[in-house]
Each structure stands twice: as C-alpha cells, then as structure tokens.
C-alpha cells in the first residue's frame, strides 16, 4: 500500500506562482512514475504533468505547458509541481498519484486509470 501526501496548495493571485509538493510512504522499493491530476467543479479530472521513475522523462497537459514544471528528489518517491503565471482557470483540486504496477510510457501517464494510487488533493484558489 501506498499513501500519498499532498500539501503547498493555496490562495493566490492571478500571474502568481504556487509550488506542490507530493510525498509518498508506505512501500518499500525503487522509485516509481507520479503525477498530477486536477479536477475543477463540475470538471472531468484533467491530466497535469508526469515524471518518470528516473526524472528522464516529463510530460505536461496542453493548458500548462510553458508554466509549470514538475520534478522529483533523486532516487526518491518525492515530487514537485512548480507552478508559475497562475491563471483563474487553473483553480482546481490537485491530486497527486503513483503508478507503481501499471505500464509506463506518456500514453499510459495521460491517463487516470493508469494510476494505481491516489492522494486526496490540495486546493488551488487563483483570484482574478
């Protein structure tokens, strides 16, 4: 089992940035491919960015792209969303999840149903 901890979430400004934070316990190991998904009210959950097992790989939704930027401690199941140039539609839930027995690759990383844990979310509030 594996649990995992969101926490940076907030209140800010348009043109602001945020930084999350996305720490995962519980099962001894390697590392393993995570995420962050975000979901607005009465939104579908929406794919945010994705970092491999190693930190080699990124991947981003179209809507961040240029603004955030997702990274990880090395050798650590640790990672971060680096979020710049807030904008009101980035207001939303944040999840952080994990793959730790799903396939790999950006196809698989864009999809939620690939992920095999979730945390519970940390809100982010951007006031126009």
């Known amino acids: 089992q594996v649990q995992l901890v969101e926490s940076g979430g907030g209140l800010v400004q348009a043109g602001g940035s945020l930084r999350l934070i996305c720490a995962a316990s519980?099962?001894?190991?390697?590392?393993?491919?995570m995420g962050w998904f975000r979901q607005a009210p009465g939104k579908e959950r929406e794919f945010v960015a994705h970092?491999?097992?190693?930190?080699?790989?990124?991947y981003y939704g179209d809507s961040v792209k240029g603004r955030f930027t997702i990274s990880r401690e090395n050798g650590k199941n640790t990672i971060y969303l680096q979020m710049n140039d807030l904008k009101p539609e980035d207001t939303a839930l944040y999840y952080c999840?994990?793959?730790?027995?799903?396939?790999?690759?950006?196809?698989?990383?864009?999809?939620?149903?690939?992920?095999?844990?979730w945390g519970q979310g940390t809100q982010v509030t951007v006031s126009s």
């Open positions: 999840a994990a793959i730790v027995f799903g396939p790999s690759g950006r196809g698989a990383a864009l999809r939620s149903n690939t992920y095999d844990y």
């Open positions: 519980g099962r001894p190991g390697g590392t393993y491919g």
């Open positions: 970092i491999t097992w190693n930190g080699a790989d990124r």
